[in-house]
């Protein structure tokens, strides 16, 4: 079993930034972030692959998410940029054996962008 701990997350205007973390309670394959906002389904938002560094960025978030992850601490960040109020919704840190990514959730961070 991996826990992950997330932090990070709040309230910012649009155009503002905010960063999120999480650590996990060991190694795994992939780290990333998922999203859902009232009444949608929960939607991948940026992954990083332990092997090579490699990521995927949801179209949406392209240009303005940055995802790094730091494998000496098994943490993984997700710095958010240029925000909208369509990114308004609850993030969930996930991590997995494989490209899924979807073997373990963290309990979720509040992310709320005014306009």
């Known amino acids: 079993q991996v826990q992950l701990v997330e932090s990070g997350g709040g309230s910012v205007q649009a155009g503002g930034s905010l960063r999120v973390s999480c650590a996990a309670s060991?190694?795994?394959?992939?780290m990333g972030w998922f999203r859902q906002a009232p009444g949608q389904k929960r939607e991948g938002v940026a992954l990083?692959?332990?092997?090579?560094?490699?990521?995927y960025y949801a179209d949406s978030v392209k240009g303005r998410f940055t995802i790094s992850r730091d494998n000496a601490k098994n943490t993984v960040y997700l710095q958010m940029n240029s925000l909208k109020p369509e990114d308004t919704a609850m993030y969930y840190c996930?991590?997995?054996?494989?490209?899924?990514?979807?073997?373990?959730w963290g309990q979720g961070t509040q992310v709320t962008v005014s306009s």
């Open positions: 996930a991590a997995g054996l494989s490209s899924a990514c979807s073997n373990y």
């Open positions: 060991r190694y795994t394959y992939c």
């Open positions: 990083i692959y332990s092997t090579g560094g490699n990521t």
